[in-house]
Protein backbone atom coordinates (compact mmCIF):
# COMPACT_ATOMS: atom_id res chain seq x y z
CA UNK A 1 0.00 0.00 0.00
CA UNK A 2 1.10 3.50 -0.82
CA UNK A 3 0.16 7.27 -0.40
CA UNK A 4 1.32 10.98 -1.45
CA UNK A 5 0.77 12.99 1.02
CA UNK A 6 0.85 17.08 0.54
CA UNK A 7 1.03 18.94 3.60
CA UNK A 8 -0.31 22.91 4.06
CA UNK A 9 3.16 24.19 3.51
CA UNK A 10 3.79 22.33 0.19
CA UNK A 11 5.86 19.43 1.29
CA UNK A 12 5.29 15.92 0.29
CA UNK A 13 5.32 12.54 1.85
CA UNK A 14 5.47 8.90 0.37
CA UNK A 15 4.66 6.58 2.67
CA UNK A 16 4.82 3.12 1.85
CA UNK A 17 3.21 -0.54 3.88
CA UNK A 18 4.69 -3.69 2.63
CA UNK A 19 3.29 -5.99 5.75
CA UNK A 20 3.76 -9.23 3.85
CA UNK A 21 6.79 -8.40 2.57
CA UNK A 22 9.06 -10.62 4.58
CA UNK A 23 11.51 -7.95 5.39
CA UNK A 24 11.03 -5.84 8.58
CA UNK A 25 12.32 -2.61 7.62
CA UNK A 26 11.51 1.00 8.70
CA UNK A 27 13.14 3.76 6.75
CA UNK A 28 12.66 7.75 6.33
CA UNK A 29 13.97 9.63 3.14
CA UNK A 30 14.26 13.41 3.50
CA UNK A 31 14.81 15.55 0.45
CA UNK A 32 15.40 19.18 0.55
CA UNK A 33 17.14 21.38 -2.11
CA UNK A 34 20.68 20.42 -2.17
CA UNK A 35 20.08 18.04 0.50
CA UNK A 36 19.24 14.04 0.88
CA UNK A 37 19.14 12.14 4.49
CA UNK A 38 18.58 8.29 3.91
CA UNK A 39 17.45 6.81 8.02
CA UNK A 40 17.40 3.59 8.11
CA UNK A 41 15.62 3.19 12.30
CA UNK A 42 17.45 0.67 14.44
CA UNK A 43 14.16 -1.11 14.89
CA UNK A 44 14.89 -4.50 16.52
CA UNK A 45 15.13 -7.45 14.57
CA UNK A 46 14.95 -6.16 11.21
CA UNK A 47 16.90 -5.78 8.53
CA UNK A 48 18.58 -2.53 9.09
CA UNK A 49 19.27 -2.79 12.69
CA UNK A 50 21.12 -1.15 14.74
CA UNK A 51 20.48 1.38 12.12
CA UNK A 52 22.30 4.41 10.11
CA UNK A 53 21.67 7.35 9.01
CA UNK A 54 23.65 9.05 5.59
CA UNK A 55 23.56 12.55 4.59
CA UNK A 56 24.49 13.84 1.22
CA UNK A 57 24.84 17.76 -0.15
CA UNK A 58 24.80 18.48 -3.40
CA UNK A 59 25.24 14.90 -4.36
CA UNK A 60 28.30 14.50 -1.93
CA UNK A 61 27.91 11.82 1.41
CA UNK A 62 28.74 14.36 4.03
CA UNK A 63 27.74 12.14 7.05
CA UNK A 64 27.55 8.40 7.50
CA UNK A 65 27.03 6.83 10.60
CA UNK A 66 26.42 2.97 10.38
CA UNK A 67 26.03 1.45 13.56
CA UNK A 68 24.82 5.21 15.17
CA UNK A 69 22.40 3.55 18.00
CA UNK A 70 23.94 -0.28 17.96
CA UNK A 71 23.32 -1.28 21.77
CA UNK A 72 26.41 -2.93 23.39
CA UNK A 73 25.90 -6.35 24.83
CA UNK A 74 24.96 -4.90 28.62
CA UNK A 75 21.12 -3.30 26.51
CA UNK A 76 20.28 -7.32 25.31
CA UNK A 77 17.05 -8.62 26.50
CA UNK A 78 15.87 -5.26 27.87
CA UNK A 79 11.90 -4.33 26.38
CA UNK A 80 13.50 -1.49 25.10
CA UNK A 81 17.28 -1.23 25.11
CA UNK A 82 18.33 2.37 26.19
CA UNK A 83 20.32 3.18 22.92
CA UNK A 84 17.68 1.51 20.66
CA UNK A 85 15.12 4.03 23.08
CA UNK A 86 17.07 7.26 22.52
CA UNK A 87 17.84 6.43 18.66
CA UNK A 88 14.16 6.00 18.02
CA UNK A 89 13.00 9.00 19.78
CA UNK A 90 11.20 6.96 22.64
CA UNK A 91 13.40 8.12 25.48
CA UNK A 92 12.93 12.10 24.95
CA UNK A 93 8.82 11.66 24.18
CA UNK A 94 8.41 9.22 27.38
CA UNK A 95 10.91 12.18 29.21
CA UNK A 96 8.96 15.36 27.85
CA UNK A 97 5.60 13.54 28.63
CA UNK A 98 6.44 12.82 32.18
CA UNK A 99 8.07 16.37 32.68
CA UNK A 100 4.77 17.81 31.41
CA UNK A 101 3.11 15.84 33.89
CA UNK A 102 5.34 16.96 36.85
CA UNK A 103 5.00 20.30 35.80
CA UNK A 104 1.47 20.47 35.61
CA UNK A 105 1.66 21.39 31.68
CA UNK A 106 -0.59 20.13 29.13
CA UNK A 107 1.47 17.37 27.40
CA UNK A 108 2.24 17.87 23.47
CA UNK A 109 1.72 14.50 23.05
CA UNK A 110 -1.58 13.41 23.73
CA UNK A 111 -4.30 10.90 22.50
CA UNK A 112 -5.89 13.87 20.00
CA UNK A 113 -2.56 14.37 18.16
CA UNK A 114 -1.97 11.00 17.41
CA UNK A 115 -5.54 10.49 15.88
CA UNK A 116 -4.30 12.12 12.53
CA UNK A 117 -1.95 8.78 12.12
CA UNK A 118 -4.54 6.56 13.19
CA UNK A 119 -7.11 8.06 10.17
CA UNK A 120 -4.62 7.69 7.75
CA UNK A 121 -3.82 4.31 8.65
CA UNK A 122 -7.05 3.43 8.72
CA UNK A 123 -7.81 5.14 5.16
CA UNK A 124 -5.38 3.18 3.50
CA UNK A 125 -6.64 0.19 5.54
CA UNK A 126 -9.74 0.90 3.34
CA UNK A 127 -7.71 1.91 0.28
CA UNK A 128 -9.81 5.32 0.29
CA UNK A 129 -8.00 7.47 -2.42
CA UNK A 130 -8.72 10.38 -0.80
CA UNK A 131 -7.93 11.46 2.48
CA UNK A 132 -8.42 15.27 3.66
CA UNK A 133 -8.00 16.56 7.24
CA UNK A 134 -11.17 18.53 8.20
Not at 40 to 57: F, I, R, T
Not at 67 to 91: L, M, N, Q, R, W
Not at 106 to 119: F, K, M, N, T, Y
Amino acid sequence: MEMVCEFESGARAYLSFHPVSGVLVERAVVHAPNHSFFLNLPVEHSLDEPGALQHYEAGELQTDEPDAAHADESDTGSACAPKVCIAGGFYDENARFFDDIKAGRRPVGDLRSALQSVEIADCMRKRLSNYTKL
